[in-house]
């Protein structure tokens, strides 16, 4: 059995731990090491192996996820450095670090994968784009495919677009999310109840999904299929493209993007 090993127990780790237990009925062949002692017992709790450092989960595991912000990659890839080798995969999931600054810091060339899951992964919802490298080995690659698709959808993105990707999937729920809080304060300002209001709401973002990827039509002829002409729907529309909703989307995407850009230069 391959042994996984998680720099870092943090909700993302937490998820994915989560799913490979209940895909494999059990904790046995992961590992954590994290700094904080509370997250670490809890994932004792769950029968996970806490390890004492990195340099001991890195000499234990066959593939290490590193579950850290992009901000403490420097420090973690410093201490993996020592130990590393190329019989290892690493997996990462941090925002804007690409696989050559990975390899470079740790001083390797061992084979990874470069992942962006986004959060509804805690809920086996998640959406996952996965850029494997060139020299790993055909189990790795199927292994760590499964660790997220056992949580939500994968798709196998090429490494020039994972950072256009991480505003597609990974910082995308926020999006969702303001717009239904926004839809959510305008019931609320007209004297329904916010509980009830969002109830409808989340249902109407589940049943549109769903629309999307099942219906067959495409967002162009689902949008005219809600419209009426001279109706309530029209109205709305007309507002939103008025206020530059489609340009303030993409304006916001390209801000995501232009930032994991940035973030390319902490490994």
Same mark, same amino acid.
């Given at each position: 059995m391959k042994q996984?090993?998680?720099?870092?127990a943090g909700n993302? +780790?937490?998820?994915?731990?989560?799913?490979?237990?209940?895909?494999?009925?059990?904790?046995?062949?992961?590992?954590?090491?994290? @700094?904080?002692?509370?997250?670490?017992?809890?994932?004792?709790?769950?029968?996970?192996?806490?390890?004492?450092? @990195? +340099?001991?989960?890195?000499?234990? #595991?066959?593939?290490?996820?590193?579950?850290?912000?992009?901000?403490?990659?420097?420090?973690?890839?410093?201490?993996?450095?020592?130990?590393?080798?190329?019989?290892?995969?690493?997996?990462?999931?941090?925002?804007?670090?690409?696989?050559?600054?990975?390899?470079?810091?740790?001083g390797c060339d061992?084979?990874?994968?470069?992942?962006?899951?986004?959060?509804?992964? %805690?809920?086996?919802?998640?959406? @996952?784009?996965?850029?494997? #490298?060139?020299?790993?080995?055909?189990?790795?690659?199927? %292994?760590?495919?499964?660790?997220?698709?056992?949580?939500?959808?994968?798709?196998?993105?090429?490494?020039?677009?994972?950072?256009?990707?991480?505003?597609?999937?990974?910082?995308?729920?926020?999006?969702?999310?303001?717009?239904?809080?926004?839809?959510?304060?305008?019931?609320?300002?007209?004297?329904?109840?916010?509980?009830?209001?969002?109830?409808?709401?989340?249902?109407?973002?589940?049943?549109? +999904?769903?629309?999307?990827?099942?219906?067959?039509?495409?967002?162009?002829?689902?949008?005219?299929?809600?419209?009426?002409?001279?109706? @309530?729907?029209?109205?709305?529309?007309?507002? %939103?493209?008025?206020?530059?909703?489609?340009?303030?989307?993409?304006? +916001?995407?390209?801000?995501?993007?232009?930032?994991?850009?940035?973030?390319?230069?902490?490994?």
């Open positions: 996984i090993g998680f720099i870092g993302m +780790a937490t998820a994915i731990i989560k799913g490979l237990i209940a895909q494999n009925g059990s904790a046995a062949g992961l590992g954590v090491f994290d @700094t904080d002692p509370e997250k670490c017992a809890l994932m004792a709790q769950n029968g996970v192996k806490v390890c004492a450092s @990195t +340099a001991d989960l890195v000499q234990e #595991s066959d593939i290490i996820v590193l579950a850290v912000k992009p901000q403490s990659y420097a420090a973690v890839l410093a201490a993996v450095k020592p130990v590393i080798t190329n019989t290892k995969t690493v997996v990462s999931i941090a925002a804007g670090i690409s696989i050559g600054s990975v390899r470079t810091a740790l061992c084979p990874m994968v470069r992942v962006m899951p986004n959060t509804p992964l %805690l809920l086996k919802k998640g959406a @996952t784009a996965l850029c494997p #490298s060139e020299n790993i080995g055909a189990e790795d690659r199927e %292994l760590v495919y499964r660790m997220f698709a056992g949580s939500g959808v994968c798709e196998y993105i090429d490494e020039a677009h994972m950072n256009e990707i991480i505003a597609v999937n990974g910082s995308s729920p926020a999006y969702i999310y303001l717009f239904a809080k926004a839809m959510a304060d305008y019931a609320e300002s007209c004297g329904i109840g916010r509980e009830q209001a969002m109830n409808l709401i989340c249902a109407t973002l589940e049943g549109s +999904a769903a629309m999307l990827r099942d219906s067959g039509d495409s967002a162009d002829v689902l949008i005219e299929k809600v419209s009426s002409k001279g109706g @309530t729907t029209i109205a709305a529309l007309e507002q %939103l493209r008025a206020h530059g909703f489609a340009e303030g989307v993409t304006a +916001a995407m390209e801000a995501c993007t232009k930032r994991a850009e940035e973030l390319s230069g902490n490994a």
